[in-house]
């Protein structure tokens, strides 16, 4: 499922598995990474879809989804955790659940440079903070690994991200 396989595979897997979670509300920055992933939430009648100005706000629609009684998703870029560190303390101190995906850039195959830095810090600054971070390196461990992560965010009120590292998206070609 790895490769160019696994990129047409792996996002149907997902959107199941957060189907199954009963996630019903999608927050994202628009990612290529993410792309047929977000279009199959688009598509679904049955799941609120936010396209978010910054990631931050995706922190606090979860915060309003839980609150509501419904469960959700935040979909962002590696570069994205750091505009949503601050905001990271409400799920934490609050300790209501946050399942975050998140495409990692500046590791294999990167061809811009201004990713590297923050890619370093993505793992360590979720840890720092207070959220468990899981990583996934091909389509099999990721679909396994968001099933975990569902079941430590919601079952367990936790603050997870899962990372999705950049071999499994493939190479940009710009």
């Known amino acids: 499922m790895d490769g160019a396989d696994g ?25 290529a990474g993410h792309t047929a992933l977000i ?7 049955d799941v609120v879809s936010t396209v978010l100005t910054t990631e931050e706000e995706g922190v606090a629609i979860a915060a309003g989804a839980w609150l509501g009684g419904q469960r959700s998703v935040l979909l962002m870029q590696s570069s994205g955790v750091g505009n ?17 995906l998140v495409t990692m850039r500046g590791e294999w195959a990167e061809f ?4 590297m830095p923050m890619s370093r810090a993505t793992q360590p600054a979720l840890e720092a903070i207070g959220v468990k971070v899981l990583r996934a390196e091909t389509a099999e461990d990721l679909v396994e690994t968001v099933s975990a992560a569902a079941a430590l965010a919601y079952d367990a009120d936790g603050q997870v991200a899962v990372l999705i590292g950049q ?4 190479r940009k070609k710009w």
């Not at 990129?7 to 990612?31: C, G, H, S």
């Not at 279009?39 to 009648?45: G, V």
């Not at 811009?112 to 990713?115: G, S, V, Y």
């Open 167 to 170: 071999r499994l998206l493939g």
């Open 84 to 100: 949503c560190i601050n905001m990271l303390s409400l799920p934490v101190i609050g300790r209501f659940p946050l399942l975050m």
């Open 39 to 45: 279009n199959l939430f688009l598509a679904d009648k």
């Open 112 to 115: 811009n440079p201004w990713q």
């Open 7 to 31: 990129a047409q595979t792996w996002p149907t897997a997902l959107y199941r598995v957060l189907k199954a979670a009963e996630v019903r509300q999608m927050a994202y920055v628009p990612d």
